[in-house]
Structures are given as C-alpha cells and as structure tokens.
C-alpha cells in the first residue's frame, strides 16, 4: 500500500509543478482518503490552499504535517509563514521556539526569527 500511495504522491507533485492544481488536489487528496496523517500529502495540500489565497483553510493540513513529521524543516515554515500571513505573529512565534528546539536551522528559518523579530 506505502508503494502506491508514494506513486500517487509523486504524480501528485508532478501536476502541482506542472500547474495542474486541480489534478494536484484530487491526488493528495486521494492519500488523505487512505492515510489522513500523510505528512506530504497533508503539507503540499496546504500549499495548494495557501497559494490560491485560502490561508485559513491551509492551516490545519501544515499543523497535521507538522504533527506526523516534525523533522521537517519545511513544514514549520509552511506552518509559520501561514500563521504570518494571517497576522498571528504570537503564534508563530511559539511555533518558531518550538522549531528551534527541535534543531530547525537554515537561511528561511533565520529570515523567519528576523521577521517575527521585526514585529515585536
């Protein structure tokens, strides 16, 4: 079963690179369907609801990525950058600690800090 749902993880990724969000959305959803707490497929249909402008509704797929997979440093971004955008900087920030005690490192996680920084 992990085989397919990868297979159809990756044709997923492809039509959302593709621009075929459509496709992409049916497809993650799909894994959904089977495996709720996919963190992959939870992420990248939060990015498919943030880039269309649906910020509020992204949120609880990053959060459920974020829960099944906290080693990602992409999912606390999505998570923080969300949160940012709906002006919940007190709550970024708390997921942004949470990030750095968890070892999140890099260029995006530093520009994040400076931001939520910057807000204070």
Known sequence: MELKLDEILQKGIEAHEAGQLQKANFLYSAILEIQPKHPEANHNKGLLAFVMGETI???PFFKT???ADSG???FWL???EALMKLGRSTEAQTIFDQAKDKG??????DQI???LADQR
């Open 72 to 74: 990602s440093g992409q």
């Open 113 to 115: 800090g400076q931001e």
């Open 57 to 59: 509704e992204a949120l």
């Open 104 to 109: 999140v490192s890099g260029e995006a996680f």
């Open 65 to 67: 990525a974020l829960e």
């Open 78 to 80: 999505s998570y923080m």
